[in-house]
Structure formats: structure tokens, C-alpha cells
């Protein structure tokens, strides 16, 4: 069995530092300090956050973990919903392409042990609200022009990242500093 290479704690706190604060910061320590996976982090709504004055007092800041962001095939995505597997939450509009055969979707973990609630480091609750933060001042600045998804991790415009697309940021990341290559999932190992 081939495992995938993984950064030592201390190639995780270079990273940290050498990160500036971003999308691709927010999600590295939520996969590495909360054992999420990508969908997870991409799908995760502020709803489901709380960062309220006494969860953070009590050390309890904490995720739901209660859906995903996944790219489906449309025909996949019918067929299970028939048969009761799969509930998409919420389908994202086509921005570029019409007629395809995907959909970008929120939808139910594959398994159902994946619903779960994560408790934050005071660290990662820290960065969620400065993230939050951020967001907002965006929203403000675009105003309508600014699609809200209520999405944790959101482009420019509010559109949702995908898998892919945070794979390339860590991978220019790694490249410019100089890292052991990685993949993004093996940051919760």
C-alpha cells in the first residue's frame, strides 16, 4: 500500500508563517487542525460556524460538518436523490458553460459518520473570524454585485472555490517556498 507523503508539524508551522492570509491559509488549517477534507472546508457555510462570544470564552468554537462541495454529474446527482442516497442542499448556477453535464452542488457527506461537529482551536477560531471579517468588508465594498452563498471560503464575488483550484494554490505554494510536495488531503494526516 503506497501513502501519500505528509509535512512534519514543523514544515506545517513554516508553511503557516510563510502563508499570507488567505483562502488557501484558512483551508490549510482547517484540514491539518480539524481533520477536514476539502469538500468539507469548501462546503462549510457560516451558519454552521459558531464563533460566538461564549463558545470562545468556554474554548468551545466549533463546526457542524453537514454537507460538501462537490462537482456531479447531473444524471448521477437525479439517481440518487430517487433513491433516497444523496441530498443536495443547494446547486450553484452555471457561470461559464451552459449545457454541461456537471453541476457544481452542497450536498450530504457520503457517509453518514461524516456529520459531525468539530471543535476549533483557538487558533483556527481566530483565523475564521478575521476571515469573516474580511468577507464582510468585501460584501460591503461590492455590494449587489457580490454573490452570497454564505460560503466560509469564498472567491473574490463570493463564487465557491473548487477542489481544484485550492490543489493549484498549495502547489504554486509549495513551489515558490521551496516545500516537500504534497497533496492537499494529506494535510489531515
Partial sequence: MTTEPVWEPITIAKALS???FDALYVAMNLAFACSLRI???LGLTWDCVDLSE??????NASLFINKELKRCEKSSVEAL?????SKVFFTFPEWKRTNCKTMLTLKTPKTASSVRTVFLPKTVALALIEAK???DEEKMLLGSDYKDFN???AQPGGRPYEP?????MLAAFIQENELRSVVFHSLRH
Avoid at 54 to 59: D, K, R, V
Wanted: charged residues 30%; aromatic residues 0%.
Fill in 54 to 59: 461564549e463558545a470562545l470564552a468556554s474554548g
Fill in 39 to 41: 469538500g468539507e472546508i
Fill in 18 to 20: 510563510l502563508c499570507g
Fill in 164 to 168: 481544484r483550484q485550492i490543489d493549484c
Fill in 81 to 85: 436523490e430517487k433513491r433516497g442516497r
Fill in 151 to 153: 460560503l466560509v471560503l
Fill in 133 to 135: 471579517k474580511q468577507q
